[in-house]
């Protein structure tokens, strides 16, 4: 069986015409005097689903957090959560919960009155809370910090009370404001996965928003990139990888290598595009795209070979010198200049210890890449 | 840095803390002076300090500012508070820019003037000068600066906190009470603080505004001073110093004790 990708998804709503949306953005703009911060957007999420919202600072993203908070109102279109309207239900009495950018740890009180607080909010009984606290405490192991104050905890010891105060009264959705933007490489990368894990226990739908793509890629089921306040695309980590739908898209996550041109000549999906200087891509992900179309044909680094010698067998392949080179030990990223100058980022994995053949700066090189390595764009 | 002890630094030391101190180290000593000359040392004594405790007059003096700081203070917190409040919460509103330069405006008025504007206010309305009306006229001397002090810690106060409180479910007022008070709690306690000393040391206003039966300590000992310094002054004013340098004294320890400990905390956490 084949896939876009390498994971098999067995929960897939989005796909399912008959899935009841959960969250519904329906063409929400607002404005802030004169700028528009999101416009006229719309998006579904549903439930139990781990929703990333990504783009660069002051696309607007969190702006889209902070009215499903309920921090600002639209100030046209609607948000619904599981059917109701939100339009004009305080902060304080919707069944959402946000963990915040700076955590927000109210610094006069203990880690358990600040997984507490919420659970007091809502009057529940003593006993209730103390077993509540101790359990949230328990999922982020922090059982004997209870006492301390937040001044007295480490950076990824506060990420986790903001964690466990959020997900206390167990909201029907989570809100994550650059969950982990706040702690280094080594410890995001662990908590990513603990974020998932915590995810798929309490059975929460996530909402979370990030610049960073590849924590939208590990965590997301689904990831929406925001630009300019509107949606580019909704879709999975491997779709948005591997199918983006724009050239915005395909060069805001991960590296990409495009080349313009136009179509030649195409036939049911297939198609040869003319990118100039002699240059002919043979694709077999044209799409609709028809003859005389201008197009973009992207293609990531790591689905191009570079080799001392044309490949007997390759489809595409072409010349040029290579430029840089940078060993990154899992893998080698070469810069290949085309000989009509255009740079070409092709990397390889190093799956031996040894190559047959090395490459240095300045030889004469060929890269190649198979029909179906490439996507056509034509936005 | 230099650490050596030169002619210059050390005569540029003794200099300053002269000019400063010189005169309260002189009010000091004399006030256990054995003489009732002021100027003349006749041998140590305690008996003014004795005496000023059976002076009817200066003893009722002081009750009436410890009641008039108290209240005045007090009063003028939570006005001071809710100016500061209102001048970095709701930036929108229109005449901010006026309601903030009234609200500061006492910060540089010369006293004379509020004294005597305030005079003319309490004389127009019919109130009879006395307890109420000093009071009253403290609340408007001090409030300014525990809006400039309250309004200082608000600017830097994190936001995200309330919207943290109110996401959890806290209504506004709970948010206001039980988040944003204690927050900035410090603030307004120095704020408070500042208060009672402005309204303890006055002297224009409170001649502008007091009457019989309302007399405070400064005005009192200004009266007396004018027939004579006695030593019986200077150990009042002596024990005013004390009282205010143990509290300058208790509250920077406090302080200090404060920030040491949040430093060794924040180090033990990074420790883990």
Known sequence: ?379 | MNTTWSRFNITSIVLGFAFLYLPIVLLIVFSFNESKLVTVWGGFSTKWYVSLFHNQGLMDATWVTARVGLISATAATVLGTLAALALTRYTRFKGRVLFSGMVFAPLVMPEVITGLSLLLLFVAVGLDRGFLTVTLAHITLTMCFVAVVVQSRLITFDRSLEEAAMDLGATPVKTFFQITLPVIMPAIVSGWMLAFTLSLDDLVIASFTSGPGATTLPMKIYSQVRLGVTPEINAACTILIAVVAIGVIIASLANKRREVQRQLDEQAAQRG
């Open chain 1, 1 to 379: 069986m084949k896939s876009l990708g390498s994971i098999r998804r067995d929960f897939a709503p989005w796909n399912d015409p008959n899935a009841k949306p959960y969250i519904q953005f329906d063409n929400v703009t607002k404005k802030f005097g004169d700028f528009t911060a999101v416009n006229n957007l719309s998006l579904t999420i549903f439930e139990r689903e781990f929703f990333a919202l990504l783009g660069a600072s002051g696309c607007g993203k969190s702006t889209l957090l902070r009215m499903l908070a309920g921090f600002e109102e639209p100030t046209a279109g609607r948000i619904l959560l599981d059917g109701q309207d939100l339009r004009g239900i305080p902060p304080y009495r919707r069944p959402v919960n946000m963990m915040f950018q700076s955590y927000a740890l109210f610094p006069h009180m203990t880690v358990e009155n600040n997984i507490a607080f919420g659970l007091k909010q809502d009057g529940m009984p003593k006993p209730e809370i103390a077993s509540r606290v101790a359990e949230m405490l328990k999922l982020v192991k922090l059982e004997q910090f209870a006492k301390r104050k937040p001044h007295q905890l480490s950076g990824g010891q506060r990420q986790r009370v903001a964690l466990a105060r959020s997900v206390a009264k167990r909201p029907k959705v989570l809100l994550l404001d650059e969950p982990l933007g706040a702690l280094d490489k080594k410890l995001r990368e662990e908590t990513q996965f603990e974020l998932m894990d915590l995810q798929q226990n309490l059975g929460l739908t996530f909402v979370v928003v990030t610049h960073d793509q590849e924590e939208a890629m590990t965590m997301a089921d689904r990831i929406a990139i925001i630009d300019k306040g509107e949606v580019m695309q909704v879709a999975t980590p491997a779709e948005v990888y591997e199918a983006p739908g724009s050239r915005f898209v395909a060069g805001f996550v991960g590296n990409v290598n495009m080349f313009e041109g136009k179509i030649a000549r195409g036939e049911a999906g297939s198609a040869s595009i003319d990118a100039g200087n002699g240059i002919t891509i043979r694709t077999d992900n044209a799409g609709t795209a028809g003859a005389g179309t201008a197009v973009t044909f992207a293609i990531r680094p790591e689905k191009i070979k570079v080799s001392s010698k044309k490949p007997a067998e390759a489809v595409n392949a072409i010349e040029g010198e290579v430029y840089d080179i940078a060993y990154l030990g899992d893998m080698t990223v070469y810069h290949v200049r085309l000989d009509d100058g255009q740079v070409v980022r092709a990397s390889t994995m190093n799956a031996a210890r040894i190559t047959e053949d090395p490459l240095s700066w300045n030889d004469r090189a060929w890269v190649s890449f198979r029909p179906d390595a490439g996507v056509v764009l034509t936005r």
